[in-house]
């Protein structure tokens, strides 16, 4: 990380949200030459969407006065590309605590297969303005942002906005492209510059709604394929690898629009994924021959994704019904019918000495494979556990036929889904279960087809202030101590014990029946010790 004047983190500016306004209040407040917005923050108020950061392009300073005039309103650290400082991101009162990136108007040009291969050319300061004060230094900029443009993905990311009138300059047609919805490439190497383009062109696909324009899908084509991380075996390992944290970010974004599944059908059908999740490629076109569905596995995932896309799912669900059935190639198993089958095997089948893996479950070995997945790509752990733990449990029986049980059976299921799983991850799993039963066929399944999956959620919601956690009990360790049961591992048993009884019967969630339960435990322990 940078460090910004004093030697300071620049992170250490702790400061509240600040807004659009303020920000550009404070750009303004820098008496920089000229200061344009340009990127995603433009681009998303032309679609009328918030923007979640402005960056900033100006001209007419040396790298060292903008540096310099930074350090001033706060703490600034220094922004590199190809070991040149081409601007600085600034943490100050108005910065917000993400901070602000001001950038130097450059071209550049790569050298190289790596993201900091690059020769840089930053704009120079006229030699006629030169030696006038920064904030007196007038000029026609339009020529040093058309070459600023030129090193930028695509037109829509390509208009400036001049922070003190407003007004837009639009040296690639960006807006007329934005209006369309087309994503156009503004160089032909825009892609061997930076392959991973793609994946960002295909975020705006997911989110924005647009599609590529003829010339740019067929140099995404190319290029995408050539995108390889860390842990895959490249086809073409001359295209330098692409570090897992860049690649998994733009996948979160593309799973975070509600085009997700068109996104991935796109990277499916350009071979995008066997170097990215190559778990997932090998589901490609894989027949299930099921009775329970008539897609192939990647055409039934993307399917069920699109539910997902169409119910704004969250973000970890919907990184869960990317992986849920990705452990289906390696687990099918022809049974008796002649068709295809992917539950595990029982423990005394001879298959777990032939062919262990194929004797799983699907859900079983998917989970472990979605792990492996977003492990190479160094998601957060956390992330990892949520997303592992849903293809794990995705194939859960509460829901089946939960609609035709009597109400006193649905509260005592619903209890012990709470029990087993949580209420949010119980929410996420019928999420993920709607998705699935959605995803069987290419047409809209029969009126009443989630009604179980409904009709549990709205149990479930009666039933989660009922006892289904320790925490929830009416007796705690201490008070097992007191009645004579030593410290250590038997509490928690005896806890464990008495939780399961109460979810059964919450009526017995009393001090007292919990310790007379708990004292017959105790007895049966010692009785049997005699």
Known sequence: MGKGKDGECANSYMMASATPEQVISGVQSLGLPIAYQVGGC??????????????????????????????RAGKAEELTVGNQLVGVRLYSDWSGPEG????LARSEKSTGGGHGDFHISPMEVPQAIASRPIAERQWDWSEQIMLDAQRRDFSCNAIYQNIQTGEFMDPTGGIEDLSKKILRAISNSSFEDDPLRVLRG?????????RFDPATESMAKEWGRKIWIPGTEPED??????????????LTKILSGDGSSRA????SEWGMLRCILP???????????????????????????QYADERHYSLPVKWAVLMHDIGKPDTAKKGKDGRLHYYQLK???PMWKSDPLRAQGHEHLGSAQARDSMKRLKMPESSITQVENLVRHHMFSEERDFSSRSAQKQELLARKMLYKYGLEPSQMLLDVRRCDLFGKSLSRPEEGWQKDADQLQAVLEQQKHQPH????????????IEIGISPGPQIGSILEKLLKQVVGQPEINTPEKLESIARKQLHMVQANKE
């Not at 390992?237 to 733009?250: F, Q, T």
């Not at 076109?285 to 039934?300: A, I, M």
Request: glycine content about 4%; charged content about 25%; hydrophobic content about 40%.
């Open 469 to 480: 956690r320790i925490k929830d009990l009416a007796i705690n360790g201490g008070r097992l």
């Open 264 to 267: 991935l059908q796109n990277m």
């Open 347 to 349: 423990p005394d089948h």
């Open 100 to 103: 602000i990136e001001i950038a």
């Open 202 to 210: 295909l975020a705006r696909v997911s989110c924005d709604g647009m």
């Open 237 to 250: 390992s001359s295209v330098g690898e692409l570090s897992a944290e860049r690649v998994a970010a733009e």
């Open 42 to 71: 433009v681009r998303d108020q032309i679609l009328q969407k918030q923007s979640k950061d402005i960056d900033v392009m100006t001209c007419g300073v040396t790298p060292q006065e903008l540096l310099d005039l930074c350090n």
């Open 279 to 305: 778990e997932w490629h090998r589901c490609i076109s894989f027949d299930q021959q099921s009775k329970y569905h008539n897609l192939t596995v990647d055409q039934h995932i993307l399917r069920a994704l």
